[in-house]
């Protein structure tokens, strides 16, 4: 997000991630409880952009918890948006739409990898769909569209794709 947006819209964007965070939660992971408290202590103290920013610290303190799914935390780190492991890894890099990560639709949402555009889960974090796609958008009706030889193309202050080839996927079960 850029600096200027104010933490009243970083805390409404951070609690709705924990929102989404909260209601998804179904099964147990955190196989070293140690690792992942470490993880979320270096996170609370050293990596928050706001100290006042109850919300950002809300949604770290869910990360890595055994009864939440999602296997990773977003944050923001040295300016940029990451996805990180309990160990503090990268597993893949965030997609950015708009000034944030993408939101997700139908269930998915735009992951990158090496350059190419693949889909994870948002209950888990788990890729289901390959990053191997130039160009992708969001599921809609179950389908979403993606693109081999894509080109960036400007449109005033945003941008569209054109692609040699479209495809169409399907919504995984």
Known sequence: ????????????????????????????????????????????????????????????EQCFQRDNPFQYCLVLLNGRWQYLDENLEVPYDVFMFDNGPDEASEGFYRIKQNGKIGFADVTTGKIVIPAIYECAHPFKDGIA???LKCRSMPDREHFYWDAEEWLLLNKPE
């Not at 992942?36 to 706001?50: G, M």
């Open 1 to 60: 997000m850029p600096e200027n947006i104010g933490i009243l819209q970083r805390c409404l964007y951070l609690t709705g991630l924990l929102l989404v965070a909260s209601f998804t939660r179904s099964f147990a992971k955190d196989d070293n409880p140690q690792t992942a408290a470490k993880a979320r202590a270096f996170l609370l103290e050293d990596h928050l952009y706001s100290e006042d920013s109850q919300a950002e610290c809300a949604m770290i």
């Open 145 to 147: 569209k993606v693109g």
